[in-house]
């Protein structure tokens, strides 16, 4: 080879390993932000078990299951509706198998004939077990196993906010 096109190749690798890194500084950064802000707002979500249920509630006092998604959230500034039925439809539809820490999950229920919803915030994903906080209308907030029957069975949606 040439010393000129030695150098213009040595010129060119450089430039690319230049640019990669530019490149992917970004996406580490954003990345970086996704994983903070889903850890957030696991953390308030947690941090409400052992409150009372309130319909309507959206405080330490009283929350329902809604409220409780729409404050954790809030605290990353995403602003969501405030009832579950209109919160099932913001975010990326997400399957079983694509569900991460996070993600929301909402329920369509039976309780006396009258259908209802339900939501709930996934905060663990593993082999044997699934958890997501809710706030449970007999147990106030609490975190529950999404493979036990009852909730497995009734899972709407899964939708994702946080990309």
């Known amino acids: 080879m040439k010393k000129s096109t030695t150098n213009y190749l040595k010129y060119l690798l450089s430039a690319l390993l230049i640019a990669g890194i530019f490149i992917s500084a970004p996406a580490q950064k954003k990345k970086k932000r996704r994983m903070q802000n889903i850890e957030s707002v696991i953390a308030t979500g947690r941090s409400y078990i052992g409150t009372p249920y309130k319909w309507g509630g959206m405080s330490r006092s009283g929350m329902d299951c ?89 899972v709407r949606n899964f939708r994702r906010v946080i990309r």
Request: proline share 1%.
């Open 66 to 154: 809604s409220g409780l998604i729409y404050t954790s959230y809030k605290t990353i500034g995403v602003n969501l509706p405030r009832t579950a039925k209109e919160q099932s439809k913001t975010g990326k539809k997400r399957g079983w198998e694509g569900i991460r820490e996070g993600d929301l999950v909402y329920f369509k229920l039976k309780k006396k004939g009258d259908k209802w919803f339900h939501s709930g915030m996934i905060t663990y994903v593993g082999e044997d077990k699934i958890l997501f906080v809710h706030a449970s209308s007999s147990q106030g907030v609490v975190e529950s196993n999404l493979l036990a029957d009852y909730y497995k069975n009734s």
